[in-house]
């Protein structure tokens, strides 16, 4: 069994330490170090102690008049520092040659060393300490608030420290001292040497020690304070970026402060990463790796691992196994790897892989991102606009709370339990962001073929329509709790286009599919008229017949509202006055697209509407002065003829007067680049 002895101690500086085959505790210190725990059950530390041992600090001092050195804080604080660190025992001697670098046979000489550590008590009353020290040592014993507690000293007095400043050969004092049951006491013994042998051990009994206790070996020692609390200052050195190797055995390991790599080896380990950016690596068995503070890296390896990421941005990979994965605060990024994970985002935005298996995910609060990967998996959003996407297999999500976005994988089942609920807005609205969210335009030609097949089964598989043009499902999708209504263009993204655009009315606006021959329609110049037919037809949405895409508030329209190309607008402008004498003047959407407001948006397949009065009128569409159906040997673009010829080819030539001055393409630049 190994530990920080003077030849093997915990110092500042960058060293190596080896373990033995049996269980090991070691600590690096301060400095950047490799230690290697070997076979058996370690407890190893990256810089800060291990219970049981003590914080030195060693100092060169010409002590030719010693008396009170030991306990004056200013005589230390004008000596020289060599160095500190973490050991198991009083060799003040050998840990000061070693300071030194000097051979531990050399009688060292002019010296202090001041050891910390606490006391943890568990019932009260008084307790006795004694210290056996040649030349000088001293006891002071600290309450939680700093406070040195008195001592009843042998040599009579009343201080606050056991005093054995004798300065000559090995003398033995104690001191009596009042503890209080169930705290944290901080100890610090102060040794000094002026020459001759060095001496130092000590002792504690009271209540519940079952008589004298080395303090070296008392169950009532506990872990070191931060080596901030001496009264000398910050030790030299910084915590390190340390390399910790479990090996065999159940092993503990704590990298604390610095960049740390730790390796737990075989068997069943504990790994700790605390303060910095810390890669932990659980390697053989069911480990469990904490990353604490900072943007860790957690590997749990083989075997059934339990990873919690801790503060910061974390990656953590479960590998092979069934793990589980905790990313905790920050935007961490999540893997389960092989077997049936179960992930937990934690707060902030995170990204979670479920991997292969059947796997368990929850985003938890944030804008999450989760991916199930291969295997039956179940994923939940939890708060936040969250996108779930189950991949291959037989797949449950439940977006949870916000605007989530929703992404089927061809082939997989598909089952979502909370589909529009949750939604921050309206599914009518034209703004697909502010509601949930399947994207199926690579499925559905229409919305008409997608509710129609919703509605023949109550689930999404194709099973009803043409589908000759689109991606084949090759599974299904089940939506629970809606109804065919409840999917629109908002949420699902079937291109529908000009259907459910709001034609102004004599009694409102309606939406075009419903108007029929007959109904009274709005116009600009001749009040209300009734249609004589509404058009439709269904064409590739790709190419010149790519649909025209105006935003909300693009040419003052309150929705999204979609045209073809050819479709034109009406444009008040004084400058088309100036230009071509006219002041209202048509433009079709074509010509109008500007890359923002006005767009092109392909597709699959898209189904036209134009409404056909006795004259060309000029009529309203979500707010948008537009044209009705209008062809004339008086159309000027050919490409416009040729357009129309080729969506309505069985529409008879009108002869009627255009309602308005049609602008050939050129012209419309010129206004535009005007405006």
Not at 506 to 512: D, E, F, L, N
Not at 568 to 593: K, Q, S, Y
């Amino acid at each position: 069994m190994a530990t920080n002895s003077f030849d093997n101690p915990g110092a500042q500086t960058n060293q190596t330490i080896n373990g033995t085959a049996t269980a090991d505790t070691l600590t690096g210190g301060l400095g950047n170090d490799t230690i290697y725990g070997g076979a058996g059950n370690d407890f190893l530390r990256g810089d800060t102690g291990v219970p049981g041992s003590w914080h030195y600090e060693t100092f060169n001092f010409d002590f030719t008049s010693a008396n009170g050195q030991a306990f004056n804080p200013a005589a230390f604080n004008t000596t020289t520092r060599t160095g500190s660190g973490y050991v198991t025992d009083f060799n003040e001697g050998g840990i000061t040659n070693t300071m030194r670098g000097v051979p531990a046979s050399t009688n060292a000489e002019d010296f202090g060393v001041i050891y910390t550590s606490t006391l943890n008590t568990t019932l009260g009353g008084t307790f006795r300490l004694t210290t056996s020290s040649d030349d000088g040592s001293t006891v002071q014993i600290f309450n939680s608030a700093g406070v040195a507690l008195n001592f009843n000293n042998q040599t009579g007095g009343v201080r606050n420290y056991l005093n054995n400043d004798f300065h000559q050969g090995t003398t033995t004092r104690w001191g009596d001292v009042v503890l209080n049951p169930n705290e944290t006491y901080t100890i610090q013994i102060r040794y000094w040497e002026n020459r001759g042998a060095d001496t130092l051990s000590a002792t504690i009994s009271g209540p519940a020690t079952g008589g004298v206790q080395n303090l070296l070996t008392s169950p009532m020692l506990g872990l070191p304070p931060p080596p901030e609390y001496s009264v000398t200052g910050t030790p030299m050195g910084v915590q390190g970026n340390d390399q910790l190797f479990g090996g065999d055995g159940n092993d503990t390991l704590y990298g604390d402060g610095g960049n740390d790599t730790l390796f737990g080896g075989n068997n069943n380990d504990l790994l700790y990463g605390g303060t910095g950016n810390d890669v932990l690596n659980g390697d053989a068995g069911a480990d469990t790796l904490y990353g604490d503070d900072g943007n860790d890296t957690l590997n749990g390896g083989n075997d059934n691992d339990l990873l919690f990421g801790g503060a910061g941005a974390d990656s953590l990979n479960g590998d092979v196994g069934n793990d589980t994965l905790y990313g905790d605060a920050g935007n961490d990024t999540l893997n389960g790897g092989d077997g049936n994970d179960l992930l937990f985002g934690g707060a902030d935005n995170d990204l979670l892989y479920g991997g292969i298996n059947n796997d368990t995910l929850y985003g938890d609060a944030g804008a999450d991102a989760l991916f199930g990967g291969a295997g039956n998996d179940l994923l939940f959003g939890g708060t936040g606009n969250d996108t779930l996407n189950g991949g291959a297999g037989n797949n449950t999500m439940t977006g949870g709370a916000g605007d989530d976005t929703f992404i089927y994988t061809p082939g997989s089942t598909l089952t979502i339990t909370d589909f529009n609920f949750g939604n921050s807005g309206s599914i009518t609205d034209s703004n697909p962001s502010n509601n949930d969210f399947l994207d199926l335009s690579a499925y559905y030609a229409s919305l008409r073929d997608l509710r129609n097949d919703f509605v023949d089964d109550g689930i999404l598989n194709q099973s009803v329509g043409n589908y000759t043009t689109t991606t084949a499902l090759g599974g299904t999708i089940t939506l629970t709790g809606i109804s065919a209504t409840d999917l629109t263009r908002d949420n699902i993204n079937v291109a529908c286009f000009t259907l459910g655009t709001l034609i102004d009315t004599a009694t409102g606006p309606r939406a075009i599919e419903t108007l029929a021959p007959g109904t009274l329609v709005c116009t600009a110049d001749h009040g209300l008229q009734p249609l004589r037919a509404v058009l439709s037809r269904d064409v590739p949405g790709d190419g010149r017949h790519a649909p025209v895409m105006f935003r909300a508030g693009a040419l003052g329209n309150t929705r999204d509202m979609l045209t073809s190309p050819a479709h034109r607008m009406m444009i008040t402008d004084w400058r088309a006055e100036l230009l071509f004498g006219e002041g209202e003047v048509l433009v079709t959407a074509r010509a109008l697209l500007n890359d923002h407001s006005i767009t092109r948006a392909p597709c699959a397949r898209v189904t036209y509407y134009h409404l056909l009065l006795d004259s060309h009128e000029i009529v309203y569409a979500e707010g948008i002065a537009t044209e009705s159906y209008h062809h004339s040997a008086a159309v000027a673009d050919a490409e416009v003829a040729a357009e129309l010829h080729a969506l309505f080819p069985d529409l008879a030539q009108s002869k009627t007067p255009s309602a308005r001055l049609s602008l050939r393409g050129y012209e419309a630049a010129t206004l535009l680049a005007a405006a």
